[in-house]
Each structure stands twice: as structure tokens, then as C-alpha cells.
T-cell receptor, first 111, second 113 residues
Framework: RKEVEQDPGPFNVPEGATVAFNCTYS??????FFWYRQDCRKEPKLLMS???SGNEDGRFTAQLNRASQYISLLIRDSKLSDSATYLC????????????FGKGTHLIIQP | DADVTQTPRNRITKTGKRIMLECSQT?????MYWYRQDPGLGLRLIYY???????NKGEISDGYSVSRQAQAKFSLSLESAIPNQTALYFC????????????FGEGSRLTVL
């Protein structure tokens, strides 16, 4: 099965810092990419889609590098409320079964 | 109220018992999914449905069955629960032709003793 890999962390980052993490995927035919956020014991929620041209939403920037087969998420001016697990999701095609979730990167913002 | 509702939210049962997890949605989406999440393993797809009475196996369907008798409802059954089915179960919906975004329910935590 085609894999989606993430560094599980935890990333311990001081409040106000910038943090970035990557997600690699193995299927070069992957079609669409997403970052989801999951708080402890809660359901995942879409943070942002990742477009070929990159995507920025406030303090969050997502990038896609097709040549190297990874996507990235950059968080600027991190807040305590950014503490969560960030899930990388890759649609490798083939309907619902094409959605592959990474295991998540755990981020802890420290005061 | 949540757009995707799962019941029960928590359940403890014994090995061999039949368990049903229910999912209902008010989003009007045609596609529905069941995932399980285990520590260190991430989210894995159990079954999915693109329409009423359409059923498709996911990555880990063994030991599970589903029913989609109405667009708004998708139920997951464990015919004879076993301890390694202890997990957090999520129902999700999406709309065909949409962005691919999944909308998750709040999860059902199942413990099989």
C-alpha cells in the first residue's frame, strides 16, 4: 500500500515561534492533499487544502513539492491554541479508498 | 447540534457481543465512511458508501459490516466483538464532486473486554 509518512513528534515549540513539518507520500500519481487538525480525543477537522501553487491562510502556509513528493505546513507566530496533532491526508486516486492518512505530527506550544 | 452525529459516544462491551454504531448526518452528503483510529496507527478506512445501498470495503473490513438504508444514515456492526476491535471509531461524510473534504462525527470510543 502506498504510504504517507509524518514525523510523529512531539514538537515542543515556544509560543510565538515558527514551526514547520513535512509529510512525504510515495505515490507520484497522488492528486490532492490536505492538512487536518485533531485535538486530543476529538474528531479531525480540515485545516487547509494544499494546492500546487501553495496555500496561505493567516498564520498557516501549506506547500506542495511534487518533485520531491512532500507537502509542508508552516505555522508562524504560534499560539498555545495551536497545540494539536496535525494529520497529512493524500488522495491517491480511486475514490474514497484513495484517501490515505498519515499518522499525525503532535505539536505542543509551550508558554 | 453536530452535523454528523454518532451514537453511542462510549461503549464498553464483552468479547463475543454484537455491537452497532450509528451515524446520522444532516449535511445532505451522499458519501459516508467509517474509520477506526488506534494509537500509533492513524486513521484506517473500514467501509464506505457512495449512495444508499452502495457498500464498499476499505482497508480493514474483516470483522465488520455496514448498512446504508437511507442517505442520512450509515451504521457499523461488529457481529462478534473481539478485544483488538477496541478503538476510537469515526464516521465521516463528503459530497461527490466536492473538494474532497471529509466531515467527521465526534467519534465513538469502543472498549471490548
Amino acid at each position: 500500500r502506498k504510504e504517507v509518512e509524518q514525523d510523529p513528534g512531539p514538537f515542543n515549540v515556544p509560543e510565538g515561534a515558527t514551526v514547520a513539518f513535512n509529510c512525504t507520500y510515495s505515490n507520484s500519481a497522488s492528486q490532492s492533499f490536505f492538512w487536518y487538525r485533531q485535538d486530543c480525543r476529538k474528531e479531525p477537522k480540515l485545516l487547509m487544502s494544499v494546492y500546487s501553487s501553495g496555500n496561505e491562510d493567516g498564520r498557516f502556509t501549506a506547500q506542495l513539492n511534487r518533485a520531491s513528493q512532500y507537502i509542508s505546513l508552516l505555522i508562524r507566530d504560534s499560539k498555545l491554541s495551536d497545540s494539536a496533532t496535525y494529520l497529512c491526508v493524500v488522495n491517491q486516486g480511486g475514490g474514497a479508498d484513495g484517501l490515505t492518512f498519515g499518522k499525525g505530527t503532535h505539536l505542543i506550544i509551550q508558554p | 447540534d453536530a452535523d454528523v452525529t454518532q451514537t453511542p459516544r462510549n461503549r464498553i462491551t464483552k468479547t463475543g457481543k454484537r455491537i452497532m454504531l450509528e451515524c446520522s448526518q444532516t449535511k445532505g452528503h451522499d458519501r459516508m465512511y467509517w474509520y477506526r483510529q488506534d494509537p500509533g496507527l492513524g486513521l484506517r478506512l473500514i467501509y464506505y458508501s457512495f449512495d444508499v445501498k452502495d457498500i464498499n470495503k476499505g482497508e480493514i473490513s474483516d470483522g465488520y459490516s455496514v448498512s446504508r438504508q437511507a442517505q442520512a444514515k450509515f451504521s457499523l456492526s461488529l457481529e462478534s466483538a473481539i478485544p483488538n476491535q477496541t478503538a476510537l471509531y469515526f464516521c465521516a461524510t463528503s459530497v461527490s464532486g466536492g473538494t474532497g473534504e471529509l466531515f467527521f462525527g465526534e467519534g465513538s470510543r469502543l472498549t471490548v473486554l
